[in-house]
């Protein structure tokens, strides 16, 4: 994807400000941030969406996500939120998943407003009916893909596993 920004950044071809990096991810600082230290993380492929990620591309991408939320917090934060937006209706302007982690401060005056809409107590209550059921459904789908039984007991001893959840730098240089 050669027009898209973040690919380009990826790259080296657009400057950024470059906190992390590892083989799959990349965390650079937000250039319009909503507070010092805000930090957008990405993969390096040209992904667009959650839905794309392979589960280890998304356990990396949660465990990575909650050490740069530690960093963050040793920074100065008070608290930290995760925004992501998938779909153009939820405001996904860029094709190239991010993950916005940014840094919160009493009295910052970030906000992340709604109009709450009314319902009453029996849409509600369908609304959980059918929830839940769709929920039900796509969490077995997500574990027949993902997790077959015969793989769930191999995976206990993932020495593999564990050296991509370490939070070592493994190439060196890259801090
Ligand atoms: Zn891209």
């Not at 593999?160 to 070592?168: F, G, H």
């Amino acid at each position: 994807m050669e027009q898209c920004i973040f690919c380009n950044i990826v790259a080296g071809k657009i400057p950024s400000y470059k906190v992390y990096e590892d083989e799959f991810l990349v965390a650079i600082l937000d250039i319009n941030p909503a507070n010092p230290g805000h930090i957008v993380l990405l993969p390096k492929p040209h992904i667009r969406s959650i839905m794309e990620l392979s589960p280890q591309q998304l356990s990396k991408l949660a465990i990575v996500a909650r050490a740069l939320s530690l960093a963050l917090l040793e920074f100065g934060a008070e608290g930290v939120n995760f925004l992501y937006s998938m779909g153009e209706a939820a405001g996904q302007r860029s094709p190239h998943l991010l993950i916005h982690i940014i840094p919160r401060y009493k009295e910052d005056k970030v906000r992340f407003i709604w109009e709450p809409k009314k319902f009453s107590e029996e849409d509600l209550k369908k609304h959980q009916q059918k929830l839940s059921s769709l929920i039900n459904k796509s969490v077995q789908t997500q574990q027949q893909v993902h997790q077959p039984p015969q793989q769930r007991v191999v995976k206990k001893e993932e020495p593999q596993q564990k050296r991509i959840y370490s939070l070592e730098p493994r190439h060196g240089g890259y801090w």
